[in-house]
């Protein structure tokens, strides 16, 4: 089976990485660490590139599980993306990273977080980093 793990290179990402890898470890899984870049975005600075593909797969080897990076583009609709890559993969569950965000900010912009864990037809691990 396999486990998607939301990731961005900031201390959210790594807490949904570190606890992805310990699930499919504990479990016997394989993982997809999702780096989606936002459709159309000129630049975005969460992207990894070939090197940090490297070094995520090189850290899920050492915790001994297998996984690759997908790169998958998104739309408006971070949900979608995250549908399809379970339906394309088989996975059985998603990690994704939580992060501290003010009323103002959850109302006027909504968060992606949230609706992964609302609308995901799989289950949602849900993590924060450590303070």
């Known amino acids: ?20 890898l310990a699930e499919a470890a504990a479990r016997g899984d394989d993982v997809v660490i999702v780096n989606s870049p936002r459709r159309g975005a000129p630049v975005d600075a969460r992207l990894v590139d070939d090197d940090a593909d490297a070094e995520l797969v090189a850290r899920a080897a050492e915790a001994g599980v297998s996984a690759r990076v997908d ?5 408006a609709d971070i949900v979608e993306t995250f549908d399809a890559l379970v339906a394309s993969t088989g996975a059985r569950l998603i990690v994704i990273g939580l992060r501290r ?26 993590v924060k980093p450590t303070a």
């Open 1 to 20: 089976m396999t486990i998607l793990i939301g990731y961005v290179p900031t201390p959210v990402g790594e807490a949904a990485l570190e606890a992805g």
């Open 71 to 75: 790169h998958t583009t998104h739309g």
């Open 101 to 126: 965000r003010s009323p103002v900010g959850k109302a006027l912009m909504g968060s992606d977080a949230q609706r992964i864990l609302l609308d995901a037809g799989v289950p949602v691990l849900a």
